[in-house]
């Protein structure tokens, strides 16, 4: 397989060092994270997910999603004047 080289900042080695699975070259990870996954792709990913984990982790999107709405607000009203 031909092999190009590409330059990368440390915080992109960083990233992808992160994401390595064991025995993996950042080859694959490059290649495993590139790919267009479709949503059935997560069907049973949170299967072990406890009830008091998903409630917190609901809790978390709620109010992230708040924060969101809260900072657009605030961009639109600016922007009107």
Not at 28 to 51: H, I, N, Q, Y
Request: charged share 40%; glycine share 4%.
């Amino acid at each position: 397989m031909a092999a190009r080289r590409v330059e990368l900042t440390d915080e992109a080695i960083q990233a992808l060092e992160r994401e390595r699975h064991e025995g993996e070259n950042l080859s694959e990870v490059v290649c495993r994270l590139a790919v267009k996954r479709s949503p059935l792709d997560f069907v049973g990913t949170w299967s072990d997910m406890t009830d008091e984990e998903a409630a917190r982790w609901a809790a978390e999107r709620r109010e992230s999603s708040q924060r969101s709405r809260e900072k657009l607000e605030r961009l639109l009203t600016k922007w009107k004047g």
